[in-house]
């Protein structure tokens, strides 16, 4: 039985690690470094609770749960300690892609965490204002006003690039 148990897991964090592993990159604004370590919480808490998740409705959206509370966790933990750097590791040639997502990744790093964890359950994830209100403990309507809040600060950080940027 433990046997089976442990197989589903491993199947499930399998198939969903690169998913979770790109939210988090997107939560983190491209902190690579950082986006592994809140998979791997994540992967670790969903580990010990395996046989509630595994019953759940929907166990892709409890580790998208899980994850997003870990990140915000983290943010409130880490705030005093840690110093975000611009420089940036290794990079590919630049494409219009390529600079598109750096432009936007910065300026998702500009967001204060709950904006940006709003940003990307909302618009990466896709989720409906009431799945990204469980997920983040908060209500509707305060999802609603930070969401709203957070795309109008995205469009005056990126100003006059993001036409640029929508017209390639």
């Known amino acids: 039985m433990m046997q089976v148990r442990r197989d589903e897991y491993a199947e499930f964090a399998a198939a969903r690690a690169g998913h979770l592993y790109r939210s988090a990159c997107l939560l983190t604004a491209g902190d690579t470094y950082l986006a592994e370590d809140l998979v791997q919480e994540t992967l670790g808490r969903l580990y010990l609770r395996w046989g509630r998740v595994r019953r759940a409705e929907n166990p892709a959206a409890y580790a998208q749960t899980v994850l997003t509370r870990t990140f915000l966790a983290q943010k409130r933990r880490r705030s005093s300690t840690e110093r975000a750097t611009d420089v940036l590791p290794e990079t ?9 997502r750096l432009t936007l990744l910065q300026a998702l790093a500009r967001l204060p965490a709950k904006d940006r964890a709003v940003v990307v ?3 990466w ?8 209100a469980d997920a983040m403990n ?12 957070a795309l109008a600060r995205l469009r005056e950080l990126l100003g ?6 929508a017209a390639t």
């Open 92 to 100: 590919a040639a630049a494409s219009a892609d390529t600079t598109l």
């Open 121 to 123: 359950l909302r618009y």
């Open 125 to 132: 994830e896709d989720r409906s204002i009431q799945e990204t």
């Open 138 to 149: 908060a209500s509707p309507a305060a999802v609603r006003t930070r969401c709203s809040r």
């Open 160 to 165: 006059e690039d993001l036409a640029e940027y």
